[in-house]
């Protein structure tokens, strides 16, 4: 026999309705506040349909062009450019050019609401460790949980769309620039710290003078990473009315087409590896500047 089998009738039950009571209370919350959290959200869905529209309607090779300048800013490398051009012609001339606008929109977006959320998030558990303490295990359970469990309350909410897909895509991507900002606020140099400490600067001086510019590489190392991971969940995005890159990914599980989820599996790693060193070069660039500016 079970062990929980041992366990008498009447407390298997009010297990049962324990559960039954948590499915009515959300049934319930997601009627009467539904309506009220869609409004919310309302704003960022207009953002990233207009950008997936921009980048869709634009001329390619404007687009191209403004991705080269941008891998060139960022790394000074020409051989990141070339490649990045390469990429993006031979997606395009495998059809597939409109599905990765539509994935880099929402990773866009994704990596901005991640940015604009996670890094005061960061500057706060730097600041307390007593916020540190609360905020790491729901990080931890952030990255740990599988994504389908989370899924659930969000398309209770607000059903099939592409806000679902975009809050579902930063609840996984999140949890690195929290903990890299986080990380390279508490390593900045004490001797740093004092010294302008020594001259009167205000808690904000001290932040935004001293600690941010010194944790920059760090910081840089996480939106890096909220990237990669935010690419990780385009698939699973998909079949929560996501367009993109993991849509004919998913037609093609569904209906055995290997070119078809190759091709497009392709194009999501040509992206990971574009926005890797895109993103790896500012990091040591800004290093760079830093060591410099030490010396």
Known sequence: MDFFDQFPVMEQQELRDFKKGIDLAFRTFARTYGEAIENFFEPLLFFLVWL??????????????????LAWIASRSILLVIGTIISFLLIGYFGMWKDTMS???IITVATL?????????????????????ALLPILDMMQTIPSFVYLIPILMLLGIGKVPG???????????????TNLGIREVDKEALEAIDSFGATTWQRLTKVQIPLALP????????????????????????VRGLGVPILRAISNQYL?????????????????????QHYGKRIQKHREGRNL
């Open 52 to 69: 997936e529209k921009l980048l869709t309607n634009s001329p390619w090779p404007m687009i191209i062009l403004v991705l080269a300048g």
């Open 103 to 105: 994935t880099v929109a």
């Open 113 to 133: 609401v991640c940015l604009a959320a996670g890094i005061p998030m960061g500057i706060l558990m730097a600041r307390s460790n007593r916020i540190q303490a």
């Open 166 to 180: 975009l809050i579902a895509v930063c609840i996984y991507a999140i949890p690195p620039i929290i903990r890299l």
């Open 218 to 241: 760090t910081i840089f190392a996480g939106v890096n990473q909220t990237i990669m991971m935010a690419l990780a969940m385009v698939v699973i995005a998909s079949m929560i009315g």
């Open 259 to 279: 070119a078809l989820g190759l091709m497009n599996g392709l194009a999501i790693v040509a992206l990971a590896i574009i926005f890797d060193r895109i993103s």
